[in-house]
């Protein structure tokens, strides 16, 4: 940046000033974005909370000129005197990585696979700073210190040689190689486990706090961004329906789409009785650019909503909602609010005698590469009748290999699994007659709807496999397909559609709807709802709950969630390394946990109060791990 | 990584191609055998059965041994490239093969050159000017390479370079590198058109891929230039899978011009093995079998290790974090 620009900036006046932000498509003229304000002051944190489709990435790529191709964003975005959104791609380099830096959601795929970490990191520092190359080195290793990798093997090293977390860390690091004054943090830590999670974004705090940077982060997570940020802003649908001091927006939200949002999120310090879910799924911008984004999913949507686009309307101190009912429910909210932060106390029942799955001593072996691999060590666990038993665990602590062992994907290398009486070590070794049995006890609601229905067949034709597949009895089977689309939700015509006219939501309703269709006695959900919108999750968590309690099936509920564990399962296992480190009732353990591991995930749920991301362990933890 | 694994790799694979060559080679040996009427048969080619002959014949090649012991002995010679007289010439076999082997290898690298050049270069570019007019022009025109046979394309640049405009010789081989580069400027062009055509579709795909990655936008995003990001990122990562493609490419140039040597009537080893075929020259179809298996083997050898050495991932495959 020239010299020659304006004095340094005060605090009080903001580094960053977008006013009216537009972001639109070329070439058919929809809107992703139709307005954004946003005010953000030297070392302030803010975060823009959204779904997918709110338009939060885009609003990203627009603030450090990176559209993609065929869409525009206008407007203004004041920077140091000049408009960001008018900038050519020559002006663009003197503001992007010096001026304006970005991390992106996914570790994985963010660092160039054939580059070596020290590279990565030396190719990012200043040009004109004329560093000699064993200077450069030590800058990179002084650069990885900040970010708390203090190994220095690290930057001989390719980033898929090193874990996601790592990965973050070395971008985090690459981003502020020329000291940007903002940083825009797209989702840095949603592809990461929770306590990982917990790690970095305690780290973008605390350089945040030691640069005096500002930040901008954009998540989908409330809990996330009232941990992290100084104010919020609530985009839905292309506009912010909602801004406000963190704190504020927390203890009471003014627009019901933030409340849903708060609501339909189960918190994991207590079990509420029934979560208040959002119907529908998010619209796009295009389709309610002429009302409120909000209008129809929303309880109190009345026709003064969708009329025209309510503005933006102060409502205190620092405080903006779009809502235009605001002053006559505002009471309402209120009471809904206050009604769901009421604890539910789960009578501690003694678990019933019969197991519908008894897993004893189970142990998988892989073999890769020479190396043996022990995903699950000694696991014993088992499922009573009528029960809903969670097992929670970061990735690759073995909870999902149980999964598929239980369903006869994987035979276990040793150990013994009995379901319904019937011992099922291999698969392979049992009769048909045992195998159908099995089939029509354990069911599988898998984490990807996307991924598990086929595209080319109707919802209809999905669910009359099933049927049939099991049941040749023939009979009614349209009924059938119309009764079960029914018990999940679905209008009976659901069954001429294909998936890919289904939101991600309809889509893990039928796949739950397909998984019934046998009327099976237990259901094995793997992260049923970590793919889904958080609107919609509270939903399907709804519809389990319902399906459990009518039909009186049992669920083996495998999550990463705590929240959702204690929202859904009676008794819980902690999964850690492949091994149990801990069981009972799921709000004993979580309550009082025994194991130093439960703790340390208790601990690394997001919380709004300021010790979450207190420092500490964290660092000395991101060493050992690696 | 270590030296020592990729060695161990190369190793590994000629002992493959060893052990290939050695199956081919009885493979190719029973030829003789399985041939319509009797081995003296396949070694006469058609000369005239004279009792002098085929006594000469029989002593030459061990026919009244036993089955194995003819195939060692065979064997025995073929190891130091003796594998006999062509039945056509009379003359050696490797001799023969000597001759054309210069020209053909000269055309083959410099086709593989060519189709690196015209189809890495055109694809990338096609994808930079993604959808523009440059880059549908370059596809349109790939299209139109890629469905015309290499001898018709031999005939046309034939017409157009050496008749209308005669600016490159019709025909022979030259002598000397700057003459042969001069006489097999159209044959080659003819032959790598058609797959530089191909190879500039696989290019820009993967091009597109690349840039369309998360890890673009990061360095784009860190404010390096678009021409660092360019050569830095997009290239190295566009060309892995093309690397891969052009393996086999130039054991291919090397035995299938056969029709662009007819048409420039440049003598090469393609021309001999139709030639050797149509004429059951039973000892020429047998060296030119082993030597185009060692040629694909060694090929293919050589774009694995390309590849090795372009990606890291494949060098840490197994021991990564």
Redesign the interface.
């Known amino acids: 940046m020239s010299p020659h620009t304006e004095p340094t900036l005060t605090s009080d006046r903001p580094v960053l000033e977008v006013e009216g932000m537009r972001i639109e498509r070329t070439d058919i003229g929809a809107p992703i974005v139709t307005s954004l304000d946003l005010q953000l002051a030297a070392g302030e944190s803010i975060g823009i909370v959204g779904e997918s489709g709110s338009g939060k990435s885009m609003s990203a ?1 627009a603030l ?1 000129g ?1 559209l993609p ?1 065929g869409v525009v964003a206008n407007g203004t975005a004041r920077f140091d005197g000049q408009n960001l959104l008018g900038l050519s ?1 020559r002006q663009w ?1 003197s ?4 001026q304006i ?4 959601q ?1 570790p994985f ?7 070596r970490c020290g590279r990565i990191l030396e ?2 520092l200043l040009p004109e700073r004329r560093l000699s190359r064993a200077e450069r080195r030590a800058e990179a290793i002084r650069r990885l210190a900040e970010v708390g990798i203090t190994d220095e093997s690290v930057v001989e090293r ?1 980033p ?4 996601g977390g790592m990965r973050q860390r070395v ?1 985090i690091a ?2 502020l ?2 000291d940007p004054k903002i940083l825009i943090a797209d989702e840095p830590s949603t592809a990461l486990d929770v306590v990982t999670q917990r790690e970095v974004l305690a780290l973008i705090k605390r350089i945040q706090a030691a640069r005096g940077m500002a930040l901008i982060l954009i998540t989908h997570d409330l809990r996330v961004a009232f941990a992290t940020c100084d104010r919020i802003q609530v985009l839905y649908a292309g506009s912010l329906v909602e801004t406000g001091r963190a704190d504020d927006v927390r203890e009471l939200p003014q627009h019901p789409y933030t409340q849903g949002l708060l609501l339909s999120e189960p918190p994991a310090d207590r079990r509420v009785r029934q979560l208040v879910a959002i119907p529908g799924s998010v619209p796009s911008a295009a389709d309610v650019q002429d009302r409120c984004s909000f209008a129809s999913r929303c309880r109190w949507a009345e026709d003064v909503c969708r009329d025209g686009v309510p503005p933006l309307a102060e409502v205190g101190d620092d405080r903006h909602s779009r809502c235009v009912r605001l002053p006559e429910i505002g009471a309402e909210m209120a009471t809904l609010l206050s009604k769901s932060e009421e604890r539910v106390v789960v009578p501690a029942e003694a678990r019933s005698d019969g197991a519908l799955i008894d897993v004893v001593n189970i142990e998988k072996v892989f073999e ?4 043996t691999v022990t995903a699950v060590d000694d696991v014993s666990i088992s499922v009573r009748e009528g029960e809903s038993v969670g097992i929670v665990g970061e990735s690759g602590s073995g909870k999902t290999t149980i999964a598929r062992m239980l369903v006869g994907l994987e035979s276990p290398s040793g150990g013994e699994i009995v379901i319904d009486g019937i011992p099922v070590r291999s698969w392979r070794a049992l009769s048909p007659r045992d195998r159908r049995k099995l089939r029509q006890t354990v069911q599988t609601v898998f984490q990807d709807p996307y991924s598990s229905l086929n595209p080319m067949r109707t919802i209809g034709w999905a669910l009359k496999e099933a049927i049939t597949t099991h049941d040749r009895g023939g009979g009614n089977v349209e009924g059938r397909v119309a009764e079960l689309l029914e018990s999940v939700g679905l209008s009976a015509g659901y069954a001429q559609r294909r998936p890919s006219s289904l939101s991600g939501g309809e889509r893990q309703r039928v796949a739950i709807a397909r998984a019934l269709a046998v009327e099976p006695r237990v259901l094995i959900c793997d992260e049923p709802v970590s793919a889904l919108d958080m609107s919609v999750q509270a939903q399907i968590l709804n519809l389990l709950q319902e399906v459990r309690t009518e039909r009186g099936i049992s669920c083996l509920f495998i999550t990463h969630d705590l929240s959702i564990v204690r929202h859904a399962s009676e008794y819980l296992y902690v999964m850690h390394h492949g091994k149990v480190v801990e069981s009972g009732p799921t709000e004993s353990v979580l309550d009082n946990p025994a194991d130093e591991y439960t703790a340390q995930l208790l601990n690394s749920v997001p919380r709004p109060e300021g010790q979450w991301l207190a420092t500490g362990d964290a660092d000395e933890m991101a060493a050992t791990r ?1 | 990584m270590t030296g020592r694994a990729i060695l161990l790799m190369i190793g590994k694979r000629l002992v493959a191609l060893v052990v290939l060559v050695a199956i081919l080679s009885f493979l190719v040996f029973s030829l003789v055998h399985i041939a319509p009427g009797t081995a003296v048969d396949a070694y006469l080619g058609g000369k005239p059965a004279t009792p002098e002959l085929v006594q000469l014949l029989t002593e030459r090649y061990h026919l009244d041994e036993p089955f194995f012991t003819q195939y060692w002995l065979w064997l025995k010679d073929a190891l130091v490239f003796d594998f006999g007289e062509s039945t056509l010439t009379t003359l050696p076999v490797t001799d023969e093969i000597g001759i054309r082997l210069g020209p053909s290898a000269f055309l083959a690298v410099y086709a593989y050159v060519l189709t690196m050049i015209l189809g890495v270069v055109p694809g990338i570019i096609a994808a930079l000017r ?1 959808r523009k007019l440059l880059d549908r022009g370059l596809v349109a025109g790939a299209v139109v390479a890629l469905s015309t046979p290499p001898f018709v394309m031999g005939i046309l640049l034939l017409y157009l370079f050496a008749v209308l405009v005669p600016i490159f010789p019709a025909a022979g081989r030259g002598e000397g590198f700057f003459d042969q580069l001069w006489h097999l400027t159209l044959p080659a062009l003819a032959l790598a058109l058609c797959v530089a055509a191909f190879l500039l579709r696989h290019t820009r795909a993967s091009m597109i891929n690349v840039l369309d ?3 673009i ?10 021409g ?1 990001v360019l050569v ?2 997009a290239f ?2 566009a060309l ?1 899978p093309v690397v891969t493609v052009s393996g086999a490419l130039l054991a291919f140039f090397f035995a299938g011009a056969v029709f662009v040597e007819a048409t420039f009537s440049l003598g090469g080893i393609g021309e001999l093995l139709v030639q050797s075929a149509q004429t059951s020259d039973m000892p020429m179809i047998q060296a030119l079998a082993i030597l185009i298996a060692v040629l694909i083997v060694l090929s293919n050898l050589l774009a694995d290790l390309a590849y090795v050495a ?4 494949i060098r ?6």
């Open positions: 790529k450090i990176l191709e791609e380099r503001i992007r990585g010096r830096g970005m991390i992106m996914d795929t963010m660092l160039n696979p054939v580059m190719e990012s390719y898929f040689q090193l874990s971008a690459a981003a190689a020329r890769s590469g020479g190396r690696g | 993604q990655q998360d890890y936008m990061f360095a784009r995003a860190r404010g390096l230039s678009w660092h830095r990122y190295r990562n892995i372009i990606d890291p991932r840490f495959e197994g021991r990564s974090a």
